[in-house]
């Protein structure tokens, strides 16, 4: 209890006092092996070493600069004219337009903040100047940013499978159905949303014009069919998907669209590098902590305190997902994922929990906690790009909050949802 303590207590006051969490993470570590007197820096260099030292890993590089490439290449741009043709003209068409993109985006990029971004910085202004309530409407668009975590290819689902020892491809593809899902409530919730409020509609696109858009965006929709179709066709692993879909976005970028430029591919390369070192960095000081935690037993101890829940997996998957998204009110995604994972997953095979399932589950409640105060980062975005007050937009998401929460319970309940779907695609 001392080594939990020691590590809660060290991490708790490095995020309070602005310590970037990489470093929180380390001095977390070092603290628990301190004081079970196992702290032998040679150990912790090569714990980190070999943290980060995985093939898996590479497409982490390689997806985060195809998403940075196809926002400067005009794909994200040409898939945002396309939702704008086919629902534009519905009450509240904008909205819908959030949602379709996001989806859309998801199975390109797959980085939350990434799509988030490029979503509010081309819709915010539409919505704006038609007088949409900026609260809500900002809460819908970070609502549809976290839809990137489930659906492939995910960030997160390569963390995991790194941190998990949990094939990539399969989480891949049983993400696809839950992120759908996640569109689909998100749907009608802003349906619900729109009959009581009188919002301005856009003009009805011509059949030439909905034919012009999906032209267009055709070489960008292409991508996510190529991704999905060889993972599950066995042509390539999701590394390697990460390769084809970095030279499809610059090809497409380049040669098709001819939007994007040498120089502008060079700052799209320098972007990933940026948030490529932060993410490896991460990963090589969550090897630490999670050297630590093995070594103190924690799994074991948090197993225990589970153990009354082992014969009952529906409660069981409650009891962690609660754990998850408490966790990532404090901590942003890819530390929660790092930290949690070695210590849940163990429980959760134990009591006979498919660990794709347990994945996306567990990436379903991470991707909420990117919406959930104090930290919030996929909020943040969302009031930086829409100059609105932290509170305002706090309170606009809420209801989207409320309606994933009730998704996330129904697949506990219903685990078919996920392995069924997922089991078919493999």
């Not at 225990?304 to 990532?328: C, D, E, T, Y």
């Not at 942003?332 to 134990?350: H, S, Y």
Request: hydrophobic share 60%; charged share 5%; proline share 5%.
């Amino acid at each position: 209890m001392t080594t939990i303590l020691i590590f809660l207590v060290v991490l708790i006051v490095a995020v309070i006092t602005g310590v970037p969490i990489a470093f929180g993470l380390m001095l977390a570590g070092i603290g628990m092996l301190w004081q079970m007197g196992f702290l032998d820096w040679q150990s912790i260099a090569l714990q980190m070493t070999n943290s980060a030292d995985s093939f898996p890993l590479l497409a982490i590089p390689f997806f985060l600069l195809a998403g940075e490439v196809m926002n400067a290449g005009g794909l994200s741009k040409r898939l945002v004219t396309l939702g704008l043709a086919l629902v534009g003209h519905l009450r509240g068409g904008l909205g819908y337009v959030a949602i379709v993109t996001a989806v859309l985006l998801a199975s390109l990029s797959g980085s939350a903040i990434a799509d988030t971004a490029v979503l509010a910085g081309m819709l915010v202004p539409i919505m704006r100047s038609s007088g949409y309530p900026m609260g809500r409407a900002s809460g819908l668009i970070a609502s549809g940013g976290i839809i990137a975590p489930v659906i492939p290819p995910s960030i997160g689902y390569i963390v995991f499978g790194v941190a998990g020892n949990v094939s990539i491809t399969r989480l891949f593809l049983s993400g696809i159905v839950p992120g759908v899902a996640m569109a689909l409530a998100l749907t009608a919730t802003w349906w619900l949303m729109c009959r009581r409020e009188n919002m301005s509609t856009l003009p009805r696109k011509s059949g030439a014009e909905i034919r012009t858009a999906l032209v267009n965006a055709l070489v960008a929709l292409m991508l996510p069919v190529i991704i999905v179709g060889g993972l599950k066709f066995g042509i390539f692993t999701p590394t390697e998907a990460g390769v084809v879909a970095c030279v499809y976005a610059i090809f497409a970028g380049a040669v098709i669209y001819r939007e994007i430029t040498l120089e502008a591919l060079y700052d799209c390369m320098i972007s990933a590098i940026r948030t490529t070192a932060a993410v490896m960095l991460l990963i090589a000081a969550a090897g630490i902590t999670a050297y630590a935690i093995t070594i103190a037993g924690v799994p074991q101890q948090l197993a225990g305190l589970l153990g009354p829940l082992a014969q009952h997996q529906v409660l069981l998957m409650l009891a962690i997902v609660l754990i998850v998204i408490a966790v990532g009110t404090a901590l942003d995604f890819i530390p929660t994922i790092l930290v949690l994972t070695p210590v849940l997953l163990p429980i959760a095979k134990q009591a006979g929990i498919d660990p794709v399932y347990f994945g996306v589950v567990f990436m379903m409640s991470a991707a909420i906690g990117l919406l959930t105060p104090p930290v919030g980062a996929v909020l943040n975005v969302v009031c930086a790009v829409a100059q609105q007050r932290y509170s305002d937009v706090v309170r606009g998401v809420f209801p989207f909050i409320v309606v994933q929460l009730l998704l996330l319970v129904l697949l506990v309940l219903f685990p078919q949802i996920v392995t069924v779907p997922g089991q078919w695609l493999y």
